[in-house]
């Protein structure tokens, strides 16, 4: 039985093929919630760069006279044990969280991707190689990695972004090495191969831009991954060390008067949940705009 | 008309909005099908036949989806009455009205064995027991001539080929004794060996199970060979309607001529040429005022444009055609 | 089947090889010599000097490693420094206490995402699937120890139900056990309950949509059958790939949950090691921990099989 009639795509999708750009503005920004997730980063941003004009103290000034103090006109979060304006602290946190993030998540993404682009292009050897590093860093709970070699390293800002890129690694490898081989198998870098282009023209050139949306998906994710773990090294004791402002030891050195000053605790953890939350909904929004396939894989 | 048939729809509409517009797949359709008739309902990819025949069950996803408007009379009852996941529909689903889907490679459930598959529409509709259920249902994957029925109850899906498991299909289909078989594009899919003995089979069936048989495809050769009658549908309307003969010996739409002119014959003389219908079908979600073929007809005046898209209007017998073209003047 | 759990088993091995290896490595992450690190600056030459012979510093790296790995797989890990006791020991005790809160959050956290998924998805735009989406989305942005800072807060300090912190064992006291593992364990298992609820909504919408839930439903089965017996044995199958992974966040949360309620895990213990200097403990937590998150990911890949049959009957 021969078929001659006319096959099509369903017309039911012809009209919302539409400029990719566009429509990926469209449902980027089409969500409340996600235009509220990038206020948050924006503001966040702007806190750590502005610092100093914003806040109403010094975070650093000490002043016992006025330690421990409820939250009032003066202060509006109240002052630790030091005296220290709590607000100011919190607003000059914004540095250490921005850095933390920016610094390892970036780091770890052009290592772990690197090396899932290399895994996965070359194949065999080096692929069993790389990917059984990968497997072994992914055995190690991700904190439990961080804290080992931060404190090997011997604590303080820099220690504590080493560790945490080291950790972020894994993810960005496997993601990466995932997708290689799926584009890999495309009929565009079968071409390519064909008509002779060398190995590192291919890659760079073909197989990496076409892995990238999932890629920043999880780049933004793993930004409040970061910040998460980073504000726990820094309530284990092992971030920036004192009279530096992170968040995470901010809830650590309230924890001791949670009984008379809660919201020593209460308001730096709720500007790290705030936070996390803003990269995950943009994540989560940036993964729906550009691919919504991707959803329930990433 | 006489007032019993078997399956009667009247002016079904169904539209589903989707980004904000609103398409209308079906649009206002009727058609009718009888105790023991086999009848086929052609048209592209899109045109709205699937649409309609999950609309009958009330079947299509809602939202997006919504039955607009219509009845569909079942051996006196409307369907579309009933509350779409209602006890009153569900007993109808798969109990008197039989379905087969055109994508035998996932349409069957891949972490249930087929037997529990078969079995647990036997116990639903005809409460019976799971022994007897079981040895029904062996007997059934027998029927469809699939070898090793015993054993093979117990296989998943993925163990099966593509036209096994449209045979599982059918065996699904017709295990409560439906009145109604409706066959979506049960072919498409498969190769053309396979085809044919898929087609053998849903002929067979409609013998033995003495159901009538609603079989909606694009390709007219299927039809010919197995329908008594003919609907053809074009942008969500029934455009021709007619017996097979009509149909293929005196085509009145210039869509079915067109749809005729494309597809081989070995009744003609081996010379003719196969002419491809031009352009695309239209979209769904603009449609225009008038007779929405018109872009791609070939017997076209400007005055087409200027009235709405015509109603079917009696031929001769049986035959309607939706075109104000007159075809023996010319 | 047989050869897909062979090579599971073979992978594990060679993984926890590597993390061997990395845990030895810290010792040499540490900058200056380790034993001055570790022992402090007080201590005495020949206590360097035996230290750093203890540790192999004073042999080539790779041989002491050798040396090392023998012993540890004789389940060796050494002397602590600070307990004075050795290491495995110290692990074996504790462990039972992290394996204790950790059951009790990975029974919670599976006990309650799944449906909460499951009805997400099947009520789809309703208020109730926003209420869990939300909290899915709080939850995986919390930070853990400021969670078990609001449940102190609030259920110890405010209300007094529960004990502020602190570990007895179920079998000597059942219900204080109880009463103060309930507070850490809900902590602990947020993060797991939130992305499996995501996990199962997302898969089930997926599920939902696929032509077999269109051929359940024409054969007229009711909607609860079809959701629990065809489209959640389907939708199952992710959510017990990402089990696995959560295996890991639920160990690594009981390093800052073992913290904030002062249990003397695993978690804590560790973390005793890092502020103490006392790395050999920092090793042994590293490969005890990596050994059951190994495990614990062998167990659910063998699980598939249960739930997926088609690599049941994979060759």
New interface residues.
Partial sequence: MTDVTIQIDNPMEIPFRRNGFIRFLNVFLGRKVVVFGAAIILALIVAAIFAPIISPYDPYSQNLSESLQPPSRAHLLGTDRFGRDVLSRIIYGTRVSLLVGIVSVGSAAFIGMTLGLIAGYFGRFINTLIMRFIDALMAIPPIMLALAIASALGGGLWNVIISLGISLIPTQARLMHGQVLTVKQADYITAGEVIGASDWRIMIKHVFPNCLPPLIVLITLNLGVAILAESALSFLGVGIRPPGAAWGSMVNDGYQYLLSNPILSFAPGFAIMLVVLAFNIVGDGLRDALDPRLRGTI | MAASHLLEVKNLTTE?R??G?V?R?VDGISYYIDDGEIVGLVG???CGKSASQLSV?Q?I?MPPGNIVSGEAIFQGIDLLDFDP?GEQ???????KIG?I?Q?PM????????IGRQII??LV??LHMDRQSARKRAVELIDLMGIPDAKQRIDN?P??FSGGMRQRI?IA?AVSCNPNLLIADEPTTALD?TT??QILEILRNMVKAFNTSLLIVT?????VARYAQRIYVMYAGRIVESGTVKDIFDNPCHPYTLG?LK???RLDEPKGRK?V??VG???????MPGYCAFWPRCSKRSPACKKKPWPELRLISGQHYTACDYDFDKK | MGTFILRRLIQTVVVLVLVSFFAYLLLYLIPGDPAVTMLGLEASKEQIEALRHELGLDRPMLFQYVNWFMNVVQGDFGKSLIYRENITDLILTRLPITFHLGLVSLFLSTLISIPAGVISAVKRGGLLDSVITVSANLGMAIPLFWLGILGVYLFSLKLGWLPVQGYTSPFSDFWMSTKQIIMPSICLSVVPLASLARQTRSSMLEVIRQDYIRTARSKGLKQRTIITGHALKNAIIPVVTLLGIQMRNLVGGSVLIETVFNIPGIGRLMVRGVFEKDFLIVQGCIVMVALVVALANLLVDISYGYFDPRIRHEE
């Fill in positions: 589903f989707i980004g517009s398409i797949a592209e990819s899109g069950l079947l996803p996941d529909i569900r007993a109808v689903r798969g109990g379905l889907f994508e996932t349409s069957l459930n891949p972490v249930l064995t647990e529409t639903l509709h998943y993925h163990q299909m699904m053309v085809q044919a694009h390709n007219l050769g299927v749809l494309s597809v081989p196969l491809p219908i695309l079908p239209p979209n769904l979600g603009n």
